[in-house]
């Protein structure tokens, strides 16, 4: 991998896969092309080679393909996982089934839980157990692993998983059953808990392996199609894959682990928003990220995103998902930290029986669309109140690829909202809009103010068709100050792709009180890790930044706090109080109080391995050529500024003369950015719209 | 006032919610007991000034409607003596209008320039607060008194000032102080960012705004339940439920309840009920009203906020001395119990007038075994609420894993407790042929069996529904009762229900417990026979099951049809003829 050979991405969406690249003067060339559902494969090559012919560039001089794709989750999503089976500890085998037993909705007798991915007929116990620190209570019985196997043969298995109680104290029963199995059936996909997620509590453990097999050998299949299409087509066949948590790794790799990729898709836009703010020397932002459908967002602090391991799949789209556990499928990988909300532009407005004005969840999609798409939608969406407010063209959007007809915006938003609310039509779509705003930051606020963080300290990057469109309004309800709207943000995950950086983690249990630490205790065990992770990247320990972090807790509590852990390579008795300071002031940043006299114990150990180099190149913007003059219009931007107020629309380039102050309407052709009369905007270097918010203590609430 | 808006109401109504919802993660993440932080049987609210809940995070639902009255007690104790800073505490059923004692109240009253606006209240229930059993829910307490610690409400901070004398005598009262002061210290912080984000949001709609939509709320609840009761149909549902009853030699417990149905109305009442018991599981009023609050939301369909004005269009009464509506000193130590059957009784009245909206009897809320000792020079005391299963519906089979609707609780992971607890969980997880048989099958049993490694302890048990197994629908028949069996070096036993007395267990008893299973719905012998074939090869059902109950006769591994045809006439003549 050397920086002069090119990088192309693309990320496959439901409607369009994105393809991107950086020329080699560091500006963007995108391409949109449709996705085949039947086999994305295909669609993601043919844009690849639409985007060279454009660029007049050949197959050769393709150094790196790197992808992302909902493949892993859609499998989830429909059901069309590998025929799996789950071996497990005798006594045990409904662990899936009695998952946490917590429900995502209250007051829901009809409630229906998720089929366990793995059917009971299909999960089978094995003779063997442990206690909690290893020691062998029942020795591994082979005959009943045969027996399994046996099923296994006889039903036509393709993938297996092992998950035995306690194994991540001692994985010695399942390695051997990993034995037996490769022995019988060679070309199985297997899964061990003990490769996948070495860490304590029976289910997550479970639910996470199972969840590696399901999806195993169809991921599997599609990562072989598309290397196959690549080469095909002239390509490098070996390409690169984005993971839940925002790194890439050779596509051969997440074979193994597909797992792990489950939430790539949204990963890829909040890590290139990370990354286009590190540039833009922003070390702490909201990641923004508003669609048709959902509208997603992520924490940057100190230039890095947040992630947990606190995640379900298929769970649907909830308000206060963290709290809400229960609906989907528990996945204890590390991935980054997005909340996801039911707001998007084809978010359907209604009316409740009480009289209350609600905003989604239930989408228009694209089939049929907003009303004003005249495509047969007859229910009013926040992208018809976007185009009765003047926010969006009302003549076409997308370069004129999609017309738009305000007229049936304006008929369905008076029928549906204004005439039962005895509102005048601007105050209805105004109230669309501000609710829509609302709904969102409670999406932000779950993973700012819920982790103790404050948003008026951070800066928002907004992208994703929607992001320009609400984002001032999303930052004055948070109070945040400055708004950024990068270039390319209607095709930013693609783009976020090439500013990813191979990357992998490891973790492991180790339940020690914090005082009984020493070198000698951690070397061996982090040396593991270390060597796990490099091992996955495919490169030496010497190659590659190595990150260690642990999880504390007070003795008696269960939810534990990540933090960096380096002393970890030559503790001093020094380091320790400098661990328990460190860990105490983040527990009184987010609760509040510190207990002195309590024992802190670690629970956790984690290591981030990371091959720098490729991700660093950053584009620089150049300015599009020659925008057509576009007529100004009457926009409504809330009683606060009175009644319509003339409006400016122009394009990116124009605002390459220094700072303007709105209202201005900034229309390209994959976005719109909304700036309202009050705030200022510029274009830094990078091509960045950077749009300043009046101070809130100046300014006297409408 | 000025006119609503109604955007300006959903926009604040979210922005409670997301002030309750931060309130429940901000104390599950910093608590302490598994009760707490794995089931998460605490819950939060914002109330307004006169302590009308306009918030609840997404926890327990039985606590929805229980504040208020305690809230109400609070403020008439105080009334004039209520400061910035101040930090309340109570759990008294009867002195502080609290549910039982384990379930402490932590409340701190929010001010805006000098003004009490609202109130950061939460309550948690606690992993011990003394008595004379560990986990402080004793079945066998006569009189509250023998329950534990009572605290009447009571600054635990004044004007910002701790009060030591407070905390040390709890510590010294309760058997697991790190655990309690640690979780009242979580309930704390969920106050600390309820106040937090509560100036924030005054702070940018200001004061007089935010008192005004939190007003309209409860009026914009009270239409939508209005609405929803309005289409109802009038008239007078009843149900009669029981609890198996206390100790050896059970008498049962009878729930009579009545649904009327009047207009935009509904009155419930608890008449013919019996009178409180010898026995923990008594409930003051509060929370038979909380329990009822939620199993009539639990069958409105429009998305009702989790506020007061819920509450308006709805009576429920009860004679004083009842189980329902106990007077002091009557025990309620384990009055869970007696809220997942008011619940439950509430339901089989609607199945009446609503037959698609409730299913058939489930289990009956949780199992609650409780062990304590001395492990290892320390005292220990694990409780878990062990859930759960429900009935079949109109057109679905009944789940297993699920818990009540009364309290959305977890399970503690087996690897947890067998790293905390000297305990061992030998077995978890459903057993074949339990489910109650119906068109649509009942949730299947399930076993959780605890092998006891400590030198010697106690063990207590709530469980019911052994002597009134959870009821069918539609000619659905009834689940499976419940089977508690403890194996010890003298032999094995059967454990009553509700265990008055603790028994002594030593290492290497083994403790079993069978869950109840749910009801089924409709004619068994309607049910498909793809399904029938479907549950066999899944283990749910036996083949000898099949063909008993569901006439579904098997050979070679496939359904005979004709002999099926047959068996289900069988069966069907011997049910005409009996």
Sequence with gaps: ?702 | MKRIDPVRLEVLKNAFDAIADEMALMLMRAAYSPIVRDSMDYSTALCDARGQTLAQGVTTPMHLGSFYDAMLHLMEKFADDIHEGDIFIGNDPYAAAGQHLPDIYIIEPLFHSGRLVAWATTIAHHADVGGIVPGSNALGATEIYQEGLRLPFLKLQSKGVPNQTIWDIIALNVRVPDLVTGDLRAQMAACQSCRRSFNDLVARYGIDEVLAYAEELHEYAERLTRAEIAELPDGDYSFTDHIDGLGENPEPIVFQVKVSVRGDRILIDFAGSSKQVQGGVNTPLPFTKASVYTALRSVMQSDIPNCHGFQRAIDVTAPPGTVVNSVHPAPCGARGITGYRVIDAVFGALAGPLPERVTADGMGGSTVPTFGGWHEGKPFVFTETVMGTWGAGAHHDGQVGVPHMGANQANVPIEMIETNYPLRIRRYGTIPDSGGPGRHRGGASFVREYEFLADEGVLSLRSDKAAFPPHGLAGGHCGRGPLSRLTTAEGSRTLPVLLTTPVTVRRGDVFCHLSPSGGGYGDPLDRPVAEIVEDLADGIITPAHAEEVYGVVMAGGAPDPAATERRRAEIRARGAGA
């Design chain 1, 1 to 702: 991998m050397t920086a002069s050979t090119l990088r192309i991405a693309a990320d496959v969406g439901g409607t369009f896969t994105d393809v991107a690249m950086i020329r080699g003067d560091k500006s963007i060339a995108t391409r949109k092309v449709s996705s085949t559902p039947d086999d994305y494969s295909r669609g993601v090559v043919r844009g690849i080679v639409e985007l060279l012919e454009v660029e007049g560039l050949s197959a050769e001089e393709v150094g790196e393909v790197l992808h992302a794709s909902t493949v892993a989750t859609n499998t989830i999503l429909e059901g069309k996982g590998a025929r799996t089976a789950l071996l497990t500890t005798a006594g045990f085998r409904d662990i899936l089934e009695m998952r946490r037993v917590r429900v995502p909705r209250l007051y829901d007798p009809l409630y229906r839980k998720p089929p366990a991915l793995v059917p009971r007929r299909w999960r089978f116990e094995v003779e063997e157990r442990m206690d909690h620190r290893g020691n062998v209570l029942t020795a591994l019985d082979e005959t009943t692993v045969h027996r399994a196997l046996d099923a296994v043969a006889a039903e036509g298995i393709e993938a297996i998983a092992v998950c035995l109680l306690h194994s991540y104290a001692n994985p010695a029963h399942e390695r051997r059953i990993g034995e037996i199995i490769r022995e019988r059936f060679p070309a199985m996909f297997v899964s061990l808990s003990v490769d996948i997620l070495p860490e304590i509590r029976e289910y997550e453990r479970s639910s996470t392996t199972a969840i590696n097999s399901y999806i195993g050998p169809p991921v599997r299949g599609y990562l072989n199609a598309l290397a196959e299409r690549l080469h095909a087509a002239g390509l490098p066949r070996q390409f690169f894959m984005m993971h839940s948590a925002g790194g890439i790794l050779d596509a051969r790799t997440v074979m193994e682990r597909p797992a792990q990729i489950v939430e790539c898709g949204p990963a890829a836009g909040a890590l290139g928003a990370s990354k286009v703010m590190g540039r833009a020397g922003e070390g702490d932002a909201i990641s923004f990220d508003m669609g048709g459908t959902t509208a997603k967002a992520a924490l940057i602090e100190n230039g890095r995103l947040v992630t947990t391991d606190d995640y379900e799949v298929g769970g649907g789209i909830s308000l206060s998902s963290r709290l809400a556990k229960g609906g989907g499928y528990a996945l204890k990988l590390p991935v980054i930290d997005i909340s996801e909300v039911g707001a998007g532009g084809g978010s359907i407005v209604w009316i409740d029986r009480a009289g209350g004005l609600k905003v989604g969840p239930q989408s228009a999609g694209s089939v049929p669309g907003p009303a004003c798409y005249g495509q047969g939608g007859d229910r009013p969406t926040v992208t018809d109140a976007n185009v009765v407010l003047g926010y969006l063209n009302p003549q076409a959007l997308a370069g004129g690829s999609v017309p738009i007809d305000a007229g049936l915006s304006r008929a369905v938003l008076a029928r549906d909202v204004a005439e039962p609310l005895g509102l005048d039509l601007d105050a209805a779509a105004f109230g669309v809009h501000e609710l829509i705003t609302n709904v969102m930051t409670r999406g932000v606020k779950s993973v700012t103010t819920y982790r103790g963080r404050d948003p008026r300290e951070f800066t928002m990057i907004a992208f994703g068709g929607n992001g320009g469109v609400h984002s001032v309004s999303l930052a004055r309800a948070l109070g945040v100050r400055r708004v950024v709207v990068p270039p390319g943000s209607g095709v930013f995950s693609a783009l976020g792709l090439l500013y990813a950086d191979v990357e992998t983690s490891a973790s492991a249990a180790f339940l020690c009180p914090l005082e009984k630490l020493t070198t000698d205790l951690l070397a061996p065990r982090f040396a593991e890790l270390v060597a796990r992770a490099s091992h996955e990247i495919g490169r030496s320990t010497e190659e590659l930044q190595i990150e260690r972090r642990a999880d504390f807790r007070y003795a008696g509590q269960a939810f534990e706090l990540t933090l960096p852990f380096e002393e970890s390579a030559a503790l001093s008795a020094g380091d320790l109080t400098a661990v328990r300071d460190r860990f105490e002031d983040e527990h009184e940043r987010l609760y509040g109080y510190r207990l002195a006299r309590n024992a802190v114990e670690l629970v956790t150990l984690r290591v981030t391995a990371r091959l720098a180099g490729a991700g660093q190149v950053v584009s620089d913007y150049r300015p599009a050529q020659g925008g057509e003059a576009r007529p100004d219009r009457m926009v409504h931007f809330g009683p606060a500024f009175g009644g319509r107020v003339a409006t400016r629309v122009v394009d990116r380039a124009a605002l390459a003369g220094g700072p303007k102050q709105g209202p201005l309407i900034v229309e390209e052709y994959d976005g719109t950015t909304v700036v309202p009369p009050d705030c200022r905007a510029a274009l830094d270097p990078l091509g960045n719209i950077v749009i300043d918010l009046p101070d809130p203590a100046q300014e006297t609430r409408p």
